[in-house]
């Protein structure tokens, strides 16, 4: 078959979704997967963030630790140098293996218990010693508490740790807040008592000596003699009221765990919808109210500021309206952990009305699908609107904290999590746990690193209360390469000669479109026989004019079961869906100031009036020199350099824009920064003005000529067309070079 049949069958599909000829493959999504995947067929036998041990609350200021983590500790601490050393890293490093195959067959259970059933697994009855040093090692770890893969429970269990952690310590400042005030009022009413009449009975008086000297004593002389003009109370009725009232309510509080024994129950503030959490609060409210009341009453009488006069008509109108910021930050926050399959339950259809109106509540989202095609069924894409778009929307309300992540990257943002649990006031949390079973049979964690990687589900952080801009507030930091489109990744393979081949694959969301199933109709696998120079990488294919593109297919690169190389091509729809992400992801860009249009266009335009105000300059100075009889000639060099000395006559003059793809530099405007020598002393030179000029272009690479014209503050290094053709990253580095050619 000729080039252009292939290509011909090739376009059709690409551009109908059906296949004609022979030359197309359904894609077995079973056995195929991205390129990128192939190093990943077995995630229990590489080390990385999972599993977690979920710290027992109390026992670690961190509330999660990576396993690899804790056994790169271990060794650290017990491997000796040597042959010794090598051996107990062998084998801790096997029971590590094995505990996260345990977890993958479904095990459960404590760090300490499994690492006890592991270790006995692997002990040998010929070698005792084995036992003995995995038992050091599982020892030499301090900390325990549930241990954690990256699975559909994920989201849920870590979100609530993190939530449990946070309240434990707000649980603790609370109520060493609360033990101080009741031990003080409570010496108010002891001092009282004692020195009142009934405080001077006998048997009082006996009671405050104690059991020990009360033969030594006669109590009732005592009483006699010390009770003389001993008031009925020491206290005023009203003040005594108060004081016992305010006893009262701390003592009955249910909002955060009182000691063993002491009384109810306290308030439940864990959710499974948002609905039941408001009413909760609302229910609660006046509950609140009065252990704040009763609160700020109980700090006012230990110092003896009560002020009758002014503060009953305080207190009498003390409600809901009067519980401030500072007051809410004393009870528990409510945490709503919503279930992927109940999003959409109409019990949660107030979220948004309830993140807006300040509640203290916090809201996990889980998120199991950003692929809604198969679900809504209109033969369209959605693209995950109701789930990948989520926290914008909530970012966009403003006055809260958001943060949008997938579960692979939550152990990374722990920190964040931590944060968002404490802060004041709402806060919401959308977590991707892993495409469903549906989609595939790759593992979780998986799939949901690549929802992120593929700018499907990009980690993002909103703090309102981080600053007044969007400078402080926003961070895309916890993805990789924020300033591209799609990560790139080195990728080696072997090519029919079985010759070592070296390319950058780009990880899109057509990418990670391929792993669903569900989507095996928008893909097509051609044979190599078939390959022809009209297809793109998809990534490529985005960055094409629309003409040029009309005469490519996009493709992917693909490894079945056997982990051999195939090129897939995508169908229209989902390269449209491609597109509508990245667009998505250039908007996160902007509010992280990536590529900021708004600072583009406010750089050009400062770029015209300095080009304007010089060439203004240069005219007057022409016209001076005219008016004055110097020749053109003389009077070129000072308007070339704007007012600064004049070159020497071994300095190269101002170069001109060269007529082929060479890089070059309007010397004559160089303001003498230095940014460029920085990158490269041997590239870049300097004249004898201390202006700079292209040295040695030999002496660097298409790289250090693109960053130096980015980082020039009068963008006047134009980087021209790359010298060598097989310098990485070419593509992008163009791109970057059109704004300065």
Not at 559 to 586: F, G, N, P, S, Y
Request: charged letters at 25%.
């Amino acid at each position: 078959m000729d080039m252009a049949a292939k290509f011909q069958d090739q376009l059709v599909f690409h551009m109908t979704g059906r296949r004609t000829g022979e030359g197309l493959a359904p894609l077995d999504s079973a056995s195929m997967r991205p390129a990128l995947f192939a190093g990943y067929r077995d995630l229990t036998r590489l080390r990385h963030d999972y599993p977690l041990v979920l710290v027992e609350t109390g026992k670690s200021d961190a509330y999660a630790a990576s396993l690899t983590l804790l056994v790169n500790r271990v060794l650290d601490a017990l491997a000796p140098r040597g042959i010794e050393g090598e051996r107990l890293r062998k084998h801790v490093l096997r029971l590590e293996r094995e505990l996260r195959a345990m977890l993958a067959a479904g095990v459960s259970g404590d760090l300490s218990e499994l690492w006890a059933a592991a270790a006995e697994k692997l002990a040998s009855a010929a070698d005792e010693s084995v036992a003995k040093v995995l038992a050091l090692a599982g020892g030499a770890i301090k900390i325990d508490g549930a241990l954690v893969d990256c699975d559909e429970h994920l989201p849920s269990r870590f979100m609530i740790h993190a939530w449990r952690h946070v309240q434990a310590q707000k649980a603790a400042l609370f109520h060493g807040h609360l033990d101080g005030l009741q031990r003080r009022l409570s010496d108010i009413l002891r001092a009282a008592y004692a020195h009142s009449e009934a405080g001077q009975k006998p048997a009082a008086l006996k009671a405050a000596v104690g059991g020990m000297h009360a033969d030594d004593f006669d109590f009732s002389a005592m009483s006699r003699l010390v009770g003389k003009n001993v008031p009925k109370d020491e206290l005023p009725a009203s003040r005594r009221k108060r004081i016992e009232w305010a006893l009262s309510v701390i003592k009955s509080q249910r909002f955060h765990a009182a000691k063993l024994g002491q009384g109810e129950p306290p308030h439940e503030f864990l959710f499974d919808n948002v609905a039941a959490a408001v009413a909760a609060y609302r229910d609660r409210l006046p509950q609140a109210v009065e252990l704040v009341k009763a609160i700020a009453v109980a700090e006012l009488e230990t110092r003896n500021g009560y002020d009758e006069a002014d503060h009953d008509p305080f207190f009498e109108a003390y409600d809901e309206q009067s519980i401030a910021a500072d007051d809410l930050a004393l009870f528990p926050d409510y945490l709503v952990c919503i279930p992927a399959d109940r999003n959409d339950a109409p019990e949660n259809a107030g979220l948004m009305d309830t993140l807006s109106s300040g509640l203290p509540v916090k809201v996990v989202v889980q998120v199991t699908d950003l692929l809604e095609e198969a679900s809504l069924g209109t033969g369209h894409f959605a693209f995950g609107v109701r789930s990948a778009r989520l926290a914008t929307t909530a970012m966009g309300l403003g006055g809260m904290f958001v943060l949008q992540a997938a579960a692979s990257s939550l152990y990374r943002m722990r920190n964040r999590v931590e944060g968002g649990m404490g802060c004041r006031g709402p806060a919401l949390f959308s977590v991707f746990a892993g495409a469903p079973a549906a989609a595939g049979d790759l593992p979780r964690y998986l799939t949901a690193a690549a929802a992120m990687e593929s700018r499907a589900f990009p980690a993002f952080v909103y703090d309102a209360a981080a600053g007044d801009n969007w400078a402080t507030r926003f961070s895309l930091e916890h993805n990789r390469n924020p300033e591209t489109d799609w990560p790139v990744e080195p990728f080696e393979f072997a090519d029919e000669g079985l010759q070592r081949q070296r390319s950058d694959v780009a990880f899109t969301y057509a990418d990670f479109a391929m792993c669903d199933r569900r989507n095996a109709q928008h893909f097509a696998v051609v044979p190599r026989d078939r390959w022809t120079s009209a297809m793109v990488p998809a990534g490529d294919w985005l960055a094409l004019p629309e003409r040029e593109a009309a005469e490519r297919v996009p493709y992917l690169l693909a490894v079945d079961e056997k982990d051999v190389l195939h090129r897939v091509i995508v169908d229209m729809r989902m390269m449209q869906a491609t597109r509508r992400c990245v667009l998505l992801w250039h908007r996160l860009q902007e509010h992280g100031g990536i590529h900021d249009s708004h600072a583009v266009r406010l750089l050009a335009r400062e770029k015209a009036a300095w080009e304007a105000q010089k060439s203004e300059e240069i005219d007057a100075i022409r016209k001076a020199a005219a008016a004055s009889g110097a020749p053109a000639a003389e009077a070129a060099p000072a308007a070339a350099t704007a007012g600064a000395p004049a070159a020497a006559e071994s300095a190269p003059a101002a170069e001109e824009k060269p007529a082929s793809d060479d890089p070059w530099i309007e010397t004559a405007r160089c303001p003498s920064c230095n940014e460029c020598q920085l990158i490269n002393p041997e590239m870049f030179g300097y004249n004898d003005n201390k202006q700079a000029f292209i040295k040695d272009i030999t002496k660097g690479t298409y790289r250090q000529l693109v960053e130096a014209a980015e980082v020039c503050q009068v963008a006047i290094i134009h980087p021209g067309k790359p010298k060598n053709p097989d310098e990485p990253g070419l593509e992008e580095l163009m791109k970057r070079a059109e704004a300065f050619n």
